[in-house]
């Protein structure tokens, strides 16, 4: 049984940077794949990045590609997400999951953090 807390989360202006952690416990962290995901209210729940379990392959959602960047610690057993650029559209609440895959397909995450909000007012 894996847990994960993210962190990270608050209020940031437009065009304002903000790096989100999720801490793992409980298990083999270097065994899984990370993601992260968002959801906005009202919407579904998207893949915005993942990562494999070294650290070698990493995914974005082209909606972020060159503005948010994911890594891990493994020694430290958490995963972060740097995000640049800040927009409007940004405002979700954030969460990171742990898989066999770094892949978009959220089913596919076993494990999931309670997530961390992160608001961008236009």
């Known amino acids: 049984q894996v847990q994960l807390v993210e962190s990270g989360g608050g209020l940031v202006q437009a065009g304002g940077s903000l790096t989100l952690s999720c801490a793992a416990s409980?298990?083999?962290?270097?065994?899984?794949?990370m993601g992260w995901f968002r959801q906005a209210p009202g919407k579904e729940r998207e893949s915005i990045a993942a990562?494999?379990?070294?650290?070698?392959?990493?995914f974005y959602d082209d909606s972020v590609k060159g503005r948010f960047t994911i890594s891990r610690d493994n020694a430290k057993n958490t995963v972060r997400l740097e995000k640049d650029s800040l927009q409007p559209g940004d405002r979700s609440s954030y969460y990171c999951?742990?898989?066999?895959?770094?892949?978009?397909?959220?089913?596919?995450?076993?494990?999931w953090g309670p997530g961390t909000q992160v608001t961008v007012p236009s």
């Open positions: 999951a742990a898989g066999s895959l770094p892949v978009r397909n959220r089913t596919k995450y076993k494990y």
């Open positions: 990562i494999n379990w070294s650290g070698g392959m990493t």
């Open positions: 409980g298990g083999i962290f270097s065994s899984y794949a």
